[in-house]
């Protein structure tokens, strides 16, 4: 018996078990119907697909928890689109190593649930996840590509909880509640959103948004807009806004905040971000006079801001220990003005303003690349956070002996009487 028989007579026998609802691994090869697969896999099961070929089919189910994974050393290609995956509190689905040429549409209506684990995709089309109702999704992504727009959305007790970590949005998110619709705790971690993020709420919507965003790149910036009745809870910590290897960003916004009419309640911290190359760097803006100031907690601590215009309609909240480059609050809490010395990736550069300015009380364990925080970027025995998402790194020894004896070669050539003779 050959290994191609083999594999078709153990699919087979798997096949026949789940007849009997157990739980199993089918292995799907090339020529193999992966629809069929899906269809007659029970709970629990997981379809492990040992291919490199183009599959047409839609990844859908509903009352089931299916696993679909490209086995090591495959790429497979979905022709179709992740769609439905609805039911039960059960009903889910893990998904990795997968290259889908269309996109996401995950949303229901009334008590359903879903909850998917998105590990190493590659989405061709737009991603959506919403509904109406009772409807409650929770979705893991991690090292995907989304080359389409990303829309979270829902409205009448829909609840979105998600976890986001190294993952590269192509085109904008939107993520938009209405009516006691919840996102819960959604944390976005060292994702890179060339697009620009928006988050709102929409009319007197009652509704809850709690985000946290560590170690991003917001090439396009972040927008937060609360509308009435509207609760709004976010932290942001050690993010990269805009490209300084770009002028597309001159009528942008880095951050904006804007609020409804009456009753919003934001609670917002921003620590060590850098937001460079917008025409405006931050703008908060509020509705009118009916905006009740005790129902906003805003603070920004040891930001580095190089901008067109830094601040805008800031008239409330709190900013200090930070470099403002245009000079605005310059002199108080702590902030200061002036031009820094930045790399390519708003990384500080030997020499900048800015290297330990900042306030250690809110120091965090590491910086946007991952190295440690509060070191003694100026050499004078006192370890001080810097501002910024970066944390100055001091050349080591070996380092700046290597740039002297360098320095010291190049003299004592220019100065040979070989290198002067040649001269005259």
């Known amino acids: 018996m050959n290994t191609r028989e083999l594999i078709v007579l153990t699919s087979l026998c798997i096949l026949s078990t789940n007849a009997f609802g157990a739980a199993t691994t089918i292995i799907i090869s090339d020529g193999d119907d992966l629809a069929g697969a899906i269809a007659s896999a029970s709970h629990g099961s997981t379809i492990e697909i040992h291919s490199n070929d183009t599959f047409v089919t839609d990844l859908s189910w509903s009352h089931k928890y299916l696993t679909i994974e490209a086995a090591e050393g495959y790429r497979p290609t979905i022709q179709g689109s992740i769609i439905g995956i609805k039911g039960s509190n059960r009903t ?47 979705v893991d992504s991690r090292n995907c590509q989304y080359n389409g727009t990303t829309i979270i959305s829902g409205t009448s007790d829909f609840s979105f909880g998600g976890y986001f970590e190294g993952n590269t949005f192509a085109d904008d998110i939107l993520m938009s509640t209405l009516t006691d619709a919840r996102i819960r705790n959604t944390k976005f971690y060292e994702n890179d959103f060339q697009g620009r993020v928006i988050s709102q709420s929409i009319g007197p919507d009652r ?6 965003f560590d170690r991003n790149w917001f090439q396009r910036g972040l927008e937060l807009v609360s509308g009435t009745y509207s609760t709004l809870e976010f932290t942001a910590t050690n993010n990269l806004f805009g490209r300084l290897d770009s002028d597309t960003l001159g009528n942008e916004t880095g951050f904006e905040l804007r609020t409804g009419q009456t009753q919003v309640t934001v609670d917002g911290e921003f620590v060590n971000n850098t937001i460079v190359g917008f025409a405006t760097g931050i703008d908060v803006t509020l509705y009118e006079s009916s905006y009740s100031p005790d129902k906003l907690s805003l603070s ?38 002036g031009q820094p010395i930045l790399g390519l990736n708003g990384r500080l550069l030997t020499g900048s303003i800015g290297i330990d300015r900042g306030n250690n009380a809110v120091a965090s364990d590491f910086d946007f690349a991952g190295n440690p925080r509060v070191l003694d970027g100026d050499l004078d025995g006192i370890p001080v956070i810097d501002v910024g998402a970066f944390e100055y790194m001091v050349p080591e020894p070996a380092s700046i002996w290597c740039a002297l004896a360098g320095c010291l070669l190049t003299m004592r050539w220019l100065a040979s009487p070989n290198r002067l003779r040649q001269a005259k």
């Open 207 to 212: 509704s809850l948004r709690q985000y946290t």
């Open 300 to 337: 920004f601590v040891n930001m580095l801001l190089d901008n067109m215009d830094d601040i805008k309609n800031f008239d409330i909240g709190t900013i200090y220990s930070s470099l403002i480059s245009d000079g605005t609050f310059a002199g108080t809490n702590g902030n200061f003005g």
């Open 92 to 138: 889910g689905a893990a998904l990795t190593g997968l290259n889908v040429t269309g996109g996401i549409s995950v949303d229901s209506t009334g008590t359903t649930y879903s909850t998917l684990r998105l590990t190493d995709l590659t989405i061709g089309g737009n991603a959506g996840f919403g509904g109406t109702g009772e409807f409650r999704i929770d």
